[in-house]
């Protein structure tokens, strides 16, 4: 399973950073993508990690702004994200990247495990 | 980078209804790909389909994905009241990684 962290209030301009426990596999496997949905908008992919190299790759939109990291010794992926504006306020997710194999040899990929969460709310 | 496109936007159905959801990419994706989620409020999101019709383990059966190329559908036969919710497509490939605007499956 994942676990995240709680929810944050942050000022215009802070940062803030948001982990996510893994747990019940073997950590360094699987990617991490993140995802976010803010109110009564739809799902918006940030980007994804490579907890086994530390590779990551970042959704054109958030270049600059966002650093995914993590800790192989706790198991844990962080995403920091900076310079935040209202536009940021949003329900983040991290989830784990598989790979699935249909009876026919089909290969597919998706996200199948998911964090309960974090809400990050920016209000001055 | 590729954008998805989906329609309709609210499909509006009974229980025991098929519903038939659309995913229109704006260059052709590789199938192993293209997945399907569904997301319903105060939870996090549910992977359906992966590899536009493998179903994770768990998944029922009335839910079945086809496509290719550009084109790619999610299929759920005999609507149960637990389906009504926003159906997102999703390309899982090299970055970026869009997902379609959603479809509302709502209840008529």
């Known amino acids: 399973q994942l676990v995240q962290s709680g929810a944050e209030v942050k000022k215009p301009g802070a940062s803030v950073k948001v982990s996510c426990r893994a747990s019940?596999?073997?950590?360094?496997?699987?990617?991490i993508d993140w995802v976010r949905q803010a109110p009564g908008q739809g799902l918006e992919w940030m980007g994804w990690?490579?907890?086994?190299?530390?590779?990551?790759a970042y959704a054109p939109k958030f270049r600059g702004r966002v650093t995914m990291t993590r800790d192989t010794s706790i198991t844990t992926a962080y995403m920091e994200l900076s310079g935040l504006t209202s536009n940021d306020t949003a329900i983040y997710y991290c989830?784990?990247?598989?790979?699935?194999?249909?009876?026919?040899?089909?290969?597919?990929?998706?996200?199948?495990?998911w964090g309960q969460g974090t809400t990050v709310i920016v209000s001055s | 980078e590729i954008v998805l496109t989906q329609s309709p936007g609210t499909l509006s159905l009974s229980p025991g209804e098929r519903a038939t959801l659309s995913c229109r990419a704006s260059?052709?994706?590789?199938?192993?790909?293209l997945g399907w989620y569904q997301k319903k409020p105060g939870q996090a999101p549910r992977l359906l389909i992966c590899?536009?019709?493998i179903r994770p383990t768990g998944i029922p059966d009335r839910f079945s994905g086809s496509g290719s190329g550009t084109n790619f559908t999610l299929t759920i036969d005999k609507l149960e009241p637990e389906d009504f919710a926003v159906y997102y497509c999703?390309?899982?490939?090299?970055?970026?990684?869009?997902f379609g605007q959603g479809t509302r499956l709502e209840l008529k």
């Open positions: 590899g536009t019709s």
């Open positions: 260059q052709s994706v590789d199938t192993s790909s």
């Open positions: 019940g596999y073997p950590f360094i496997i699987h990617n």
């Open positions: 990690l490579n907890p086994n190299s530390g590779f990551t």
């Open positions: 989830a784990r990247g598989a790979i699935y194999t249909s009876n026919s040899g089909a290969r597919g990929s998706g996200m199948d495990v």
């Open positions: 999703h390309h899982y490939g090299s970055s970026p990684r869009p």
